[in-house]
């Protein structure tokens, strides 16, 4: 038996200012969206990122908290240039996404920043230093 990693969720308070970010980081979601209780998008190679208000989650987890103390998990986002990064991080920052760490240079070789989704996910933004 070996398990597949089929879709990674996120637990959203409101589903149109969580979607509104996720498009920021080229997630084509379409307006109608926002609406929903639940929604899907395929990624490239069949994993799905998926989203779910808590109201939705209490309906087959009504014992479901919010968790304290911190995210125990983050999403990281690839970009083609470092120039691209901090493109990203200054957009979602000026649209008034929290910032957690500016854009900087990585000693493992790469351009990093970390942005906080508005459900205080964290978010990381990355591409690879020429």
């Known amino acids: ?42 990624l490239p ?15 087959f987890d009504p014992h479901w908290q919010q968790p304290v103390g911190g995210a125990r998990v983050a999403l990281a986002f690839t970009f083609d240039t470092p120039a691209e990064v901090d493109a990203a991080y200054d957009q979602l920052v000026s649209l008034g996404y929290e910032g957690h760490k500016e854009p900087w240079d990585a000693f493992w070789g790469q351009r990093y920043a970390i942005v906080h989704d508005p459900d205080g996910n964290g978010v990381d ?6």
Do not use: C
């Open 1 to 42: 038996m070996q398990a597949r990693l089929s879709f990674v969720g996120i637990v959203v308070k409101d589903m149109a200012r969580s979607l509104a970010f996720y498009r920021r980081l080229g997630f084509d979601l379409p307006p109608e969206a926002d609406k929903e209780p639940h929604v899907e998008a395929e």
């Open 45 to 59: 190679g069949g994993l799905k990122l998926v989203w779910d208000t808590v109201e939705t989650l209490h309906t």
């Open 125 to 130: 933004l990355f591409a690879q230093n020429a």
